[in-house]
């Protein structure tokens, strides 16, 4: 008995097709959410709130007149701690196509238990270093339900498509 041969069925146009569809829904105004990416601190800024010391690297302890917070001059500055600089968490806003129910998720054929608390994300391929990068998600930025939620990336982003690999999806688990 021979085995059904399913080469050379699926064409080029099938293929690109395919990539059109998910490329559509990729768009921003179709299946996808807003969502915020945290890629944690990647700078600090000058406290606004006292005199910097470049040769300490530290606050000078003096109050800048008009700061939000006055404290008197040789005590510690409340806004920074007396670092003199503030960490600087970089975002950036994004839409993303979120997949809730993992029935749904591609590449989890039999999947052995429900995991609790995973979502995956699909974007396209160029997304895939912000989404490295990315030490939180914050999805559906505007579904109230999510709105504090943060997820943390625990899958590789894996290429999907039909032959040529135009996205990506990866899964996140729910840390808060
Ligand atoms: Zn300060």
């Known amino acids: 008995m021979s085995v059904p041969s399913f080469s050379n069925i699926i064409t080029a146009d099938m293929k690109k097709l395919f990539g059109n569809a998910i490329r559509s829904?990729?768009?921003?105004?179709a299946l996808t959410v807003a969502c915020t990416l945290y890629f944690g601190i990647t700078k600090y800024e000058a406290c606004t709130n006292c005199v910097y010391d470049p040769i300490g690297r530290k606050s000078s302890n003096r109050f800048i007149t008009g700061g939000p917070v006055p404290f008197r001059n040789g005590g510690?500055?409340?806004?920074?701690?007396?670092?003199?600089?503030?960490?600087?968490?970089?975002?950036?806003?994004?839409?993303?196509?979120?997949?809730y129910d993992y029935?749904?998720?591609?590449?989890?054929?039999?999947?052995?238990?429900?995991?609790?608390?995973?979502?995956?994300?699909?974007?396209?391929?160029?997304i895939t270093p912000k989404l490295l990068r990315a030490k939180e998600l914050q999805p559906s930025t505007e579904i109230s339900n999510y709105t504090n939620a943060r997820f943390e990336r625990v899958?590789?982003?894996?290429?999907?498509?039909?032959?040529?690999?135009?996205?990506?999806f990866c899964n996140w688990k729910r840390i808060k």
Do not use: H, W, Y
């Not at 510690?76 to 997949?99: D, H, M, Q, R, Y």
């Not at 899958?155 to 990506?168: C, I, K, L, R």
């Open 25 to 29: 829904l990729l768009e921003d105004s």
């Open 76 to 99: 510690i500055c409340p806004n920074c701690s007396g670092n003199g600089k503030k960490p600087v968490i970089s975002t950036e806003n994004i839409n993303l196509a979120v997949i």
């Open 103 to 126: 029935k749904d998720f591609l590449g989890i054929k039999t999947p052995v238990n429900a995991p609790n608390g995973i979502i995956q994300v699909i974007a396209r391929k160029e």
């Open 155 to 168: 899958s590789e982003p894996q290429p999907a498509g039909f032959g040529d690999d135009e996205f990506v």
